[in-house]
């Protein structure tokens, strides 16, 4: 009797097991997403975009982040990322992308150990260019070292490498570039960005992320998988949520969607 009743205890254990086993698998061989946020925009900037999924998400932000945004010249870059990437703890320097190193805002120029205007979106994918337009866009726009963002070149971003000099744990070989952890995520909202704001419309290319990391001028920018889990991994920081409030605020009037809803990521592609 105490063996039957053994048994018959056993068997949902095993089947319990097996499923939470099952459910275990299933979430180590996909990214977790991204939990759902709501902001304070939801109702207002968002709100027509609120509660969809796939194109017609996708559209409607299109929408929303080209309507009334505000453009500025390549020179006027240089005094902007002075403020949207200022180094919390010292407002005499700026905070660069790849490396994190904080270096003085005097120091931009293209001299060695100056820091420089880095297109993370490279602008040869689609050939933008600097012209006003998105080789102007401070959402992808960042200070970088003149040395690292010439390694960067134009490569497409996938994981794996060898050890950028002065990268901050950033890897590349010779046909993709990595930028360290703590920049992984940042990165993946700005391409994201770029490819929802770019459509083709006003003369410039329609810019779209795909699985490939030889895109050479196509306006194309990998690895799309890559780049979703890099959201996940590295979710936005105050740094970067601070930014896109002060591009909001002060010079485009338009958001990052994937900072504000890192989970449209998902929702999207
Ligand atoms: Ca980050
Ligand atoms: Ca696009």
Do not use: C
């Amino acid at each position: 009797m105490l063996a039957t009743t053994r048994i018959r205890r056993w068997k949902p254990v095993a089947l319990a097991t097996s499923a939470a086993l099952a459910g275990l698998t299933a979430s180590t061989l996909t990214a977790t997403p991204a939990a759902a946020t709501t902001t304070a925009y939801d109702t207002t900037y968002y709100k027509n975009a609120v509660g969809k999924t796939g194109t017609s998400l996708k559209s409607s932000l299109h929408t929303i982040i080209s309507a009334n945004a505000s453009k500025i010249s390549y020179s006027a870059v240089w005094n902007a990322l002075k403020v949207t990437d200022q180094d919390p703890n010292n407002t005499n320097n700026v905070i660069l992308l790849y490396s994190g190193v904080s270096r003085s805002k005097s120091l931009n120029g293209g001299d060695l150990g100056d820091w420089n205007r880095e297109h993370t979106w490279a602008k040869s994918h689609g050939d933008f260019g600097e012209v006003t337009g998105p080789g102007t866009d401070l959402h992808h726009l960042r200070p970088a070292d003149v040395q690292v963002n010439s390694i960067r070149g134009n490569k497409d971003f996938d994981n794996g490498g060898s050890t950028v000099s002065g990268g901050g744990g950033s890897l590349t070989d010779s046909d993709s570039f990595a930028p360290r952890d703590a920049d992984k995520g940042d990165v993946a909202r700005m391409i994201l960005y770029m490819a929802v704001r770019y459509d083709g419309g006003d003369g410039f290319a329609d810019l779209e992320p795909n699985e490939k990391v030889n895109n050479g001028s196509n306006p194309y920018m990998g690895k799309l998988s890559v780049l979703k889990a890099w959201n996940e991994a590295d979710p936005p920081s105050a740094f970067e949520e601070r930014r896109n409030q002060v591009i909001y605020d002060t010079y485009q009037h338009n958001r990052n969607p994937f900072i504000d809803h890192p989970e449209w990521v998902e929702a999207i592609w």
